[in-house]
């Protein structure tokens, strides 16, 4: 079969998937919604791979391949059609995306047991890999668009999994209004590049950004690019439209894990390399992308390092990672950027199965207030949090650092003012290394708390009353809650498999591009990154040398800070805290970004609203316009009645003098 | 020879006809009167025909007799129906069709 061929059949099984769950929920049962909400995606990630090798038998210089299924509507510049682009790129994502999300699928398997929407839950997850595989294979502005919105209904969907939670469906609302900001910023820039490029066909557009459409049209460019980058921070979760992400963690931890980790929030990243032809014919956007990837990653770690809800500090930390990605894609190292990319899904991934067997161990709670001393009790959770807390903090050789290492040399080589976004990127790396790590200090060491106790002594905490961590309110265990139960990796195999098989990517994911070594990735994504004008910048040896050993030292002087601070002088955390009050209350608030937006953003537009429905609704709409013809057509009505007598001789006279009438105007107008 | 004496007789009893159609309150009477409107223009009508010549008149007075019957019928049936129901049998009680 033709590599086109397999790239189709990737979007299709999934989406076979999450009709076959969301329709056959009945029938199926619970291990039968699991099994073929897995296969599916397995069976995807094959396919993906026979892409891959089909893909490979191209000549390099052919590695762009583009089928189309039929066409939406091609008149005159809209060519809207049902294809998709195969090239290095977009399948590098596809395997990305179905590689993580089958074994998230083999995690959930165990971890929603517990669950009565089990089955809606595999449709809704079919579904989100479904539209995500369109995102990236998307070879039009218009299948992007429609994988955009998908993927933000379907986060939706499983933020506000647990719909009787009243903190979930508003977390649900809240990421998919943000996202749909985002959503509305990427059709529009659509709209700015396909004014002059004069096709919505990727390849085409860059054809046409070559052949100079846009000379002339650097306004344009410009403005079309930057309100792709508001969708690319409203996916990515890149600052000011970052909100959503932390409050997305009431979905199921796997969710978390699978969408606002690994996958989905990396679609900013997708879509500037992807746009990379036209951010280099746009410097501006492409700084102002590099620019705020490096202000969130530095702002998300400093919140990171202060939350207690053990799910939220594994956010902000997605969220810091996303942006050392952001800023090096938006710095023009697009093979760095998704080196990250791949390595982060493996490692955040992998420590939010880990935080989710935690929680399992909890009955649910999510404080790292309350967590301590699981090392005994967990030693397998212990093993993966571990890993993947080297891997975030970037300690060799464990594959996050040498992705972020790459990422940061490439800044740094950039010179000029990159030189800045280049330290802080390191003092970035110095956070990232101390909140992942004081987190996995206080969870795992310490005293043992009762739940870790009572599973040292082979028993499952369980919840007597279930409350929501996120308020502590009571809830019942029917559907659209969390079930009873609580699944601990320990106890179950698939859980366990699929972190393995995580740690072991997480571990060594890194090798495929070690500095001076090889550069497997580089080289599988060069023919898309061809015409980029950074294709050939390379970092000198002196810079990536420096590079290694600081980004070494610092990985390893975070971890020894944490040490020191919440195990070897437990208390001297609050200290701290005394001491720095000010900062500290900065970062514990979120640096107030929910309150500046709710001051700037959402009262000023209900005020607005409110003034509108009171003024323009009322007394335009409604009593100008609606009431203005209601009473023309009444006072009509009423005159016209008032001739309806009922008197036949009336009617009669009436009847002659109109015949008169015309008589004489026809006497008048004959004489 | 003039055709203005015949179209004057014409008038006149088409005037007759609608005068008792807006006075008279017996319906009856008001079909009655309705026939010397529609016989008034007959007569126009044949007279007109002989001045030109040609049949196209007496056809339209032909057909106009057939219209005159049917109208009749129905509006002796109207008032037959009326009778029977013991209603006035007056135009201006029977209003009830009215906006």
Known sequence: MSTTTWAWLVLAFPLAGAIVNGLGYKKLGRGGAGAIGTLAIGLAFVCAVAALIGLQGHAPNDRALVSSLWDYAVTGDVNAKLSILVDPLSVYMMLVVTGVSTLIHLYSVSYMRGDRGYSRYFAYLNFFVFSMLVLVLGGNFLMLIVGWAFVGAASYLLISFWYRRGTATKAGIKAFVINVVGDVGLVLGTFFILRHSGTLDFLGTFRAAEGGAFAGHQGSLTAGCLLLLVGAFAKSAQIPLHTWLPDAMEGPTPVSSLIHAATMVTAGVYLIARMHPLFERAPAAADTAAIVGCVTLLVAGTIGLVMTDIKRVIAYSTMSQIGYMIMAVGAGGYVAGLFHLMTHAFFKALLFMAAGSIIGAMAGGQSLERMSGFRRAMPFTFGCFVVGGLALSGVPPFSGFFSKDEILAFVGSRGGWFDVLYVVGYAGAFLTAVYTWRMIFRAFFGEPCAEAKELEHGHLAHAEVPTNPANGEVEDTDVGFPGPEHTIAERAIPMKVAMTLLAIGATFAGFVQIPHVDHVITNFLQPTFADSKWVDHEPSNTLVNFGLVIGTVIGLSGIALAYRVWVLKPGSAAAWQARLKPVYTLFVNKWWFDEAIDLLVVRPFAAFGNFARGTFERVFVDDTLVGGTTGIVRAGSAAVRAIQTGFLRYYAALLLLGGAAVLLYFLISAS | ?99
């Open chain 2, 1 to 99: 020879m003039a055709i203005d004496w015949y179209l004057v007789v014409s008038a006149l009893i088409f005037c007759i006809g609608a005068g008792g159609v807006l006075v008279r309150r017996n319906p009856l009477v008001i079909l009655l009167c309705l026939e010397l409107m529609l016989n008034a223009a007959n007569l126009a009508l044949i007279a007109f025909a002989r001045m030109h010549g040609n049949s196209d008149g007496q056809i339209f007075a032909l057909i106009v007799m057939v219209v005159a019957a049917c109208e009749v019928t129905v509006g002796l049936g109207l008032i037959v129906a009326i009778f029977r129901r013991r209603l006035p049998i007056d135009v201006d009680e029977l209003r009830e069709l009215q906006g």
